[in-house]
């Protein structure tokens, strides 16, 4: 008997495809920043994408675990009680669940990401 694998999800060309629009960010902590994104993969609570973001400063308390691959913009990210760090396209980036703090974005940033619990 042969088994077949499913499907892989993929998004050929992250950095320049087409995004649908998700509203003004909810986290924003100045004026209203814009956000698109796509999700390519969702299993329960574990989820993949591409999310796009307009300039801004925003604040996050995170319940979730994300790893983020920068494919444009560049931003600014503080811990709260900690040393900000700059990072763009090619950073990879952790932020474990309980992570608190903000981010400035200072160029539209677009990013894949994974959030997993």
């Known amino acids: 008997m042969t088994e077949t694998s499913p499907a892989t999800p993929h998004l ?5 495809a087409v995004l649908d629009d998700t509203g003004p960010l909810e986290e924003a902590t100045g004026h209203e920043m814009t956000t698109s994104g796509l999700t390519v993969w969702q299993d329960g609570t574990a989820e993949a994408g591409v999310w796009e973001c307009t300039p801004g ?3 996050w308390v ?6 983020v691959l920068i494919l444009a913009g560049r931003m600014t990210v503080t811990p709260d ?6 990072i763009g396209p090619g950073d990879l980036a952790v932020f474990p669940r309980g992570w608190s ?3 400035d974005i200072h160029e539209t940033i677009r990013k894949a990401y994974v959030i997993f619990e």
């Open 12 to 16: 050929a060309a992250a950095a320049i």
């Open 57 to 59: 400063p925003s604040r």
């Open 62 to 67: 995170l319940d979730t675990h994300e790893v």
């Open 81 to 86: 009680g900690g040393e900000p760090t700059k």
């Open 101 to 103: 703090g903000t981010w």
